[in-house]
């Protein structure tokens, strides 16, 4: 089963796409993961990709499709995978399809989880990361045990600079003029699921394994 993940920066992509990929037992590739990689140990790609991201601005299309085509030659994409942080524009879809075809195979479903922007000021605003290990922390959702203070390490708890409020506004408009057109893309496909993801988490991983099957 290969999936997509879509939806503005704090819809949830990456919880949902966690769960889906233990569910079916397929890897989550999340590009977030790779970039942060990259900026901890200093590369050239992590500090080019630095500079976007603090400025809350898309990565480059040139700095992550090469990247994600290598990954999904891995011996443990064979069963399928699902992509969390991209596609982020048309070209990078496109460029991704080229890919699959070369590969002889296909997108199953894009999944959008659908939430409103003023949702998503109040989810990011309330994230917290430890400046030792980098656990994450919401102080809503998953509050450490003691305030601003890691449950791992015992580190500080900061906000990142790509979810203070002017970023994610930033984040969010920058989303709407270069992602978003995915919804339609993928819809001309017919491969575009969409769920509510205003609703507890829970009930946003039951939605998707509703549609995807057991």
Known sequence: MKLIMLGAPGAGKGTQAK???????????????????????????????????????????????????????EDDCKKGFILDGFPRTIPQAESLDEALAKMDTKMDYAINIDVPDENIVRRMSGRRACVKCGAT??????????????????????????????????????YHKQTRPLIDYYQGKNILITVDGTVDIDKVTESIIDILGA
Do not use: W
């Not at 790609?45 to 630095?50: I, P, S, T």
């Not at 509050?143 to 390490?153: G, R, S």
């Open 137 to 174: 922390y919401h102080l809503k959702y998953s509050a450490p045990k003691k305030e601003n203070v890691c449950d791992t390490c015992e580190g500080e708890l900061i906000i990142r600079d790509d979810d203070q409020p002017e970023t994610v506004q930033k984040r969010l408009s920058v």
């Open 19 to 73: 769960r889906i990929a233990e569910k079916y037992d397929i890897p989550h590739i999340s590009t977030g993961d790779i970039f942060r990689a990259n900026i901890k140990k200093e590369t050239q790609l992590g500090l080019k990709a630095k500079e976007y991201m603090d400025k809350g601005l898309l990565v480059p299309d040139e700095l992550v499709v090469d990247i994600v085509a290598d990954r999904l030659l």
